[in-house]
């Protein structure tokens, strides 16, 4: 973990979680980097620069129009200098500005002018981080290359339960070692995942579907392009942005997706198959609304193809993995689902449990083999799960002689 030589450009906005910038710099400075802070005016409020300047060795800076050094033009020279430039804490405030391209005090000026790569570490109240404009701020921001730290859950400084605390300093920092040594097993790959649920039309206004919300999948294919796999993400219907460099293959059925996947297998080395799909659909769609009538309405449904068990019958050189939502009997179902549908592994989750399962930005979930051996991992960030099982399968890849 040397970052000698590096220099590192870091923004400080203005949160409460301020204070955490304070263990970054600290990290950043014992790693030996060349630490340089731009602290917005509001940033001030919170840690006096200061505090900063102590750990950087370095004059931390605050205004647009403090030019100390005659010879150079401190917002440009700041920007040239940069290996790399970290946002920790990053409000909504900066992030809109970045966005848009506004350049109205120091911090967001220099990034106008940074060509360094930009690590975002946001932090703000979880409706905040939740609303429509700040969402769309961070999918303009990642469609540029900014790479996202994703803030954990918990207590937040204003009383509420829920996302948007700003991830730890050993988060940030690893992240930035990673920028610099980036981790890349997958390089050459191509990885199918597919993520979310299906839809099962009863008619043009309804339809039977489940919980998933197609974070699990998602958060593989964000981590399998970071690792530096070629990336196809087969989803249904969700509310999630789409993640920027992979190739996104929306649908909708059971059906749609199965078509989706084979036309895809035989030129994939690893296939993820995290969506949830209907087991069943109705035998016939109505053309036109249902309308109540009677005091029953009987549907009969028939069941899907598996696409798991096809993908596991068809594969040659594919490492599959499948998922397994359980209830009861967690790993001897799994076991019996990976044997049955012939896959490398199969990643079990009671989805009863608190932090498990549909919608949560956690997961608890156990890794098992075809040899039984299972790897129970604790509550960890979906994105983490998502990092463990790709090592998991890169290494199984060189193992077998698949690089």
Request: aromatic share 6%; glycine share 10%; proline share 8%.
């Given at each position: 973990m040397n970052l000698k030589g590096k220099s590192i450009l870091l923004g400080v906005s203005g949160g409460i979680a301020a204070y955490k910038a304070i263990t970054l710099c600290s990290k950043l400075a014992q790693a030996g980097a060349d630490v340089k802070v731009i602290m917005t005016e509001s940033a001030v409020k919170f840690v006096a620069p200061l505090t900063f300047q102590t750990l950087s060795r370095h004059h931390v800076v605050t205004d647009t129009f403090e030019e100390k050094d005659p010879s150079v033009v401190s917002h440009i020279d700041l920007a040239d200098h940069a290996d790399l430039v970290v946002i920790a804490p990053a409000t909504a405030n900066i992030l809109a500005k970045m966005a848009l391209g506004m350049g109205d005090d120091m911090l967001s000026t220099t990034l106008l002018a940074a060509?360094?790569?930009?690590?975002?570490?946001?932090?703000?109240?979880?409706?905040?981080?939740?609303?429509?404009?700040?969402?769309?701020?961070?999918?303009?921001?990642?469609?540029?290359?900014?790479?996202?730290?994703?803030?954990?859950?918990?207590?937040?400084?204003?009383?509420?339960?829920?996302?948007?605390?700003?991830?730890?300093?050993?988060?940030?920092?690893?992240?930035?070692?990673?920028?610099?040594?980036?981790?890349?097993?997958?390089?050459?790959?191509?990885?199918?995942?597919?993520?979310?649920?299906?839809?099962?039309?009863?008619d043009p206004v309804r339809y039977l579907t489940n919980d998933s919300s197609g974070k699990m999948g998602y958060a593989i294919a964000e981590e399998a392009r970071a690792m530096g796999a070629e990336v196809v993400l087969v989803s249904g219907p969700s509310s999630l942005p789409r993640p920027a460099g992979v190739e996104f293959v929306p649908v909708l059925s059971a059906l749609d997706m199965l078509s989706a996947v084979m036309e895809r297998l035989e030129e994939m080395d690893v296939i993820i198959k995290a969506a949830a799909v209907a087991d069943y659909r109705p035998a016939e769609a109505s053309p036109v609304k249902i309308k109540k009538k009677d005091e029953e309405l009987t549907i009969r449904l028939v069941k899907n193809p598996d696409i798991l068990q096809q993908v596991g019958a068809r594969k040659t050189k594919q490492f599959v993995v499948g998922f397994a939502a359980e209830t009861n009997d967690l790993e001897a179902n799994a076991l019996d689902k990976l044997r049955r549908k012939n896959c490398d592994l199969v990643v079990a989750n009671d989805v009863t449990r608190e932090g498990a399962g549909f919608g949560t930005d956690t997961n608890i979930v156990t890794i098992l083999d075809k040899n039984g051996t299972a790897e129970r991992l604790p509550v960890l960030s979906k994105r983490e799960v998502a990092r463990h099982l790709l090592q998991i399968a890169a290494d199984r890849l060189v193992s077998s002689g698949g690089e």
């Open positions: 060509t360094a790569p930009i690590i975002v570490a946001p932090a703000m109240n979880v409706h905040m981080y939740e609303h429509p404009a700040v969402r769309a701020n961070m999918e303009t921001l990642r469609e540029r290359g900014v790479r996202f730290i994703e803030p954990g859950e918990g207590q937040l400084a204003c009383g509420y339960v829920g996302k948007g605390r700003l991830a730890e300093p050993e988060q940030i920092f690893a992240a930035i070692i990673d920028s610099f040594e980036p981790n890349r097993p997958l390089q050459g790959k191509k990885v199918l995942v597919t993520a979310g649920g299906t839809v099962e039309r009863l």
